[in-house]
């Protein structure tokens, strides 16, 4: 069965910090550029980075540069959003996504063709 599967998410204050990690089964990454999308309580979905297959390029959205982190790490058939400077706005569901595009990553929900279930982040006072 082919799937990505994220963990890491959960409650934090403002300021804090979070891991979220994806790890993929039934297929190998590192054939694929790799992305995370964040969709908030009542709005659409954002991407919020992705990274390419070989690691050499990455993406952010303008809300989260200087905060988040995006890594790979294809002997482990795993991605990380390493997410620091939390703020309410932060909050939602993320996903990781993989997909085949160019040999550069780009942040279009449709390019994306394997999605993981999501996982819950909730940045709140």
């Known amino acids: 069965q082919l799937q990505l599967v994220e963990s890491g998410g959960g409650f934090v204050q403002p300021g804090g910090s979070l891991r979220l990690s994806c790890a993929a089964s039934?297929?190998?990454?590192?054939?694929?550029?790799i992305g995370w999308f964040r969709q908030a309580p009542g709005k659409g979905l954002e991407g919020v980075s992705c990274i390419s297959r070989s690691g050499g390029s990455t993406i952010y959205a303008d809300s989260v540069k200087g905060r988040f982190t995006i890594s790979r790490d294809n002997a482990l058939n795993a991605t990380y959003l390493q997410m620091d400077s939390l703020t309410p706005h932060d909050t939602g569901r993320y996903y990781c996504v993989a997909g085949a595009q160019s040999s550069l990553c780009v942040l279009s929900s449709g390019l994306y063709v394997f999605w993981g279930q999501g996982t819950q982040v909730a940045v709140s006072s």
């Open positions: 039934g297929f190998t990454l590192d054939r694929y550029n």
